[in-house]
């Protein structure tokens, strides 16, 4: 089964340590008590999260990969993070806990077709859990 959130208009990070004191997980959602702790990237046009889910060993394994354009490079500093985005119809989720397995990110330098147009960095961030996207409540 796969799920596909397009439109994100608004993508922010947080390194996994802070994400402790922050939010909370519970079963099919995550309580995020405040956002400004997360960092907000400047991402080109809209990102996109792919979420499939497979069973494996009687035990539901999901693989949640977002995608998302930067106007210039992205370091991760070797840090783990976990990223909360926001769609254009307002809702917001968040994949990445403060557990391993963290989510792995890569960045790719994409040139453009044109000289008109500008260059950006591709970033995939893939996160495989027992939980995948969770929806965040803000109280």
Known sequence: M???LNNIKKISIIDVHQLESVATFI???AI???LSKFSELPIVG???CLESVKHQDRQRISTATL?????SRFSTRNRAYAFLFETLDKK???I???RHPFCKITTEVVFP???TDKSVCKVTVEYTSLDGVKPVIIP
């Open 2 to 4: 796969e799920i596909v």
């Open 27 to 29: 079963s099919n959602a």
């Open 32 to 34: 995020v008590s405040d």
């Open 46 to 48: 809209m990102g996109e």
């Open 67 to 71: 995608t998302f354009n930067l106007p």
């Open 92 to 94: 917001i989720y968040i």
């Open 96 to 98: 990445g806990s403060n």
């Open 113 to 115: 077709g044109k000289a």
